[in-house]
């Protein structure tokens, strides 16, 4: 039997030589969830010995992890914003990247603070449902009343995010929708409505890390031929579904942003968040504020 720290280094040069990205990385999670410990572990025990249990599980794991399958689906899990949720492929990873989005949805949420009513907030491609359950459970250690609803056309999907919301016990009604569909014939009834939507142009779809192509739901990664295809449908209904002073929150492609600006003539702000690469990460719309000096008082009615 080999070691831990033998076994350890063969199976990171096996994943180099087989071209897989963040070799060490995957190695270390894997091989930590087949023995049941932390990576710290790893690291604290090089002399370890596998028993044949734990052996035969992190071989059949290696050989998934070298056709390209990522980590996150092999082990059905991934961490996001410091919780962990199950992952299926019916269902995008989770990004780190999309914790900007939490964290100006958070900050937009907290504005609203000043009015008693709860902050209502729709969570629209929820997919794992990362972005609606972490928003409930972080506006509720808070102290701050939300009614979160969180939307997918994917049924499979749905139903993991609502196993990841009864798992952490938030409070998010789920809602079968293509993107605002559901919501049709209403107005007004949002103060926040934030999506991740799929923003790869199909003609990129080729250049896509193997992990991603091969293994990332389509229908949660791709748009049209220019990848704003998804923002151009979701901005009308945005504007008719949030309430005066509500805002949109969108993540964006890193090349997204310059070509969605224009279409927001009829918003009264729009702010932008970059992310660590210094790329426009997130967008925030702000639908015109009640304003009885601006506008003619809001009487529920469509735009
Ligand atoms: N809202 C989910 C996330 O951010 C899914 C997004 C998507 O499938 N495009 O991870």
Redesign the pocket.
């Known amino acids: 039997m080999q070691p831990l720290e033998l076994l350890r280094e063969a199976a990171r040069r096996q994943l180099e030589t087989g071209g897989i990205a963040a070799a060490r990385e995957s190695v270390d999670i894997l091989l930590a969830a087949a023995l049941g410990r932390d990576r710290a572990f790893l690291h604290a025990h090089p002399e370890y010995q596998l028993n044949s249990r734990e052996l035969a599980c992190f071989t059949a794991w290696m050989e998934r992890r070298l056709r390209g399958e990522p980590a996150q689906y092999i082990l059905g899990r991934q961490e996001f914003y410091g919780r962990e949720f199950e992952v299926s492929p019916a ?2 990873i ?2 780190p990247e ?1 914790e900007l989005l939490v964290e100006a949805a958070l900050e937009k949420a907290g504005a609203l603070r000043g009015s008693s009513a709860p902050v209502r907030i729709v ?1 629209v ?4 449902g ?2 609606a359950i972490t928003l409930a459970l972080e506006l509720a250690a808070r102290g701050q009343a939300a009614g979160i609803l969180a939307a997918d056309i994917s049924p499979a999907a749905l139903a993991l995010a609502e196993k990841n919301a009864r798992r952490w016990q938030a409070a998010v009604e789920f809602q079968p929708s293509d993107w605002l569909d559901a919501w049709r014939e209403q107005a007004a009834i949002f103060d926040l409505i934030v ?4 923003y790869i142009p199909e003609s990129e779809l080729d250049g896509l890390q193997r992990e991603v192509r091969e293994y990332e ?1 389509r229908v ?2 791709l748009a049209g031929e220019t990848g704003l295809e998804n923002y151009a449908r979701l901005l009308p209904a945005a504007l008719r579904l949030l309430a005066p002073g509500g805002w949109l929150i969108l ?1 964006m492609g890193y090349r997204s942003a310059a070509g969605v600006r224009d279409w927001f003539a009829d918003w009264a702000a729009i702010e932008t968040r970059f992310d660590l690469q210094g790329w426009p990460r997130v967008m925030l719309a702000g639908k015109k504020p009640l304003d009885a000096r601006a506008m003619p008082p809001w009487t529920g009615r469509k735009e």
């Open positions: 269902v995008l989770p990004r999309t969570d491609g929820t997919g794992s990362c972005i999506s991740n939507p799929p739901p949660a990664l993540e």
